[in-house]
């Protein structure tokens, strides 16, 4: 299934460079449950802070791995985007 990131996009925009910095590291710091979870999310702040000094490639999509971990994915959205769409 295609994960629509388009409403992801201006969340992150609308986060401060240290606020995208301090999530990229908590990915390291927490407990490895949903691996691809974190990597997926410390790719996507990897990926707008490249986008703000004119370095652009596209957004890597969500590989689900479980129905647990699509979840934490949907609730991540909803944070991000305020109601953001769930699949």
């Not at 995208?20 to 990597?39: F, M, R, S």
């Not at 986008?51 to 969500?62: A, I, N, S």
Request: aromatic content about 6%.
């Amino acid at each position: 299934m295609e994960i629509d990131l388009i409403p992801i996009r201006p969340a992150l925009a609308d986060m401060t460079d240290a606020e995208l910095n301090a999530l990229i590291e908590a990915t390291y710091k927490v407990e490895q449950l949903a691996a691809g979870l974190l990597a997926w999310l410390d790719t996507t702040c990897v990926w707008e802070l490249r986008r703000r000094v004119d370095y652009e490639h596209e957004l890597q999509t969500f590989a689900q791995e479980s129905r647990t971990v699509r979840a934490l994915f949907d609730a991540l959205v909803e944070l991000l985007t305020g109601g953001g769409q769930k699949h």
